[in-house]
């Protein structure tokens, strides 16, 4: 189990990489377009048309990219003073309780993320602004970043099975 995990976390840096490089071109382009509409450097040219519709893209493929690895190093929004203030073993418990609601969720959230995918590609439905693009296409990446972060709710909790049974000591902030 451990050199599975080991292998899942690197495919999840791998992901949080591509997360990093997908900011870095959102900010180039958000640049430029700005660079664009103010600095007459093409003449005909003001500004990058598409910037918006990429940019709300993107800021949906870096959350999707980034969710799971951010999961795995303990870096989500987490409020824990209710566990820190009950008996260890019954935090441990309402720590395991809490990771089954979320496993549960991410499945059903790969559910229908997936059929929504489907819909949508075999209505052939379009996105139809400046860029026309397929729906699907902006949709397939919600189950998948669902599915990664159910595999990673499944490896918390075996961490959480097989060590101290009190609660995790990870996304505490009361430092």
């Given at each position: 189990m451990e050199r599975l995990s080991a292998?899942?976390?690197?495919i999840l840096d791998a992901l949080a990489v591509v997360a990093c490089l997908l900011l870095a071109a959102m900010m180039f382009v958000t640049c430029v377009d700005v660079l664009l509409r103010n600095v007459a450097l093409i003449p005909s040219v003001r500004g990058v048309e598409w910037s918006n519709e990429a940019s709300e893209a993107l800021l949906y493929l870096i959350t999707a990219f980034a969710a799971p690895w951010l999961l795995r190093r303990g870096q989500h929004i987490r409020v824990d003073i209710l566990l820190r203030a009950i008996p260890a073993r019954v935090a441990?418990?309402?720590e395991l309780a809490g990771d089954a609601i979320v496993f549960a969720c991410c499945i059903a959230l790969v559910i229908f993320g997936a059929k929504a995918v489907w819909s949508s590609y075999t209505a052939g439905s379009l996105t139809i602004r400046t860029l026309v693009t397929p729906e699907w296409w902006l949709l397939v990446p919600l189950?998948?970043?669902?599915?990664?972060l159910a595999v990673e709710v499944v490896f918390r909790m075996h961490r959480l099975i097989t060590g101290e049974h009190r609660p995790r000591d990870d996304a505490v902030s009361a430092s």
């Open positions: 292998g899942y976390g690197r441990w418990a309402v189950p998948l970043a669902f599915a990664l």
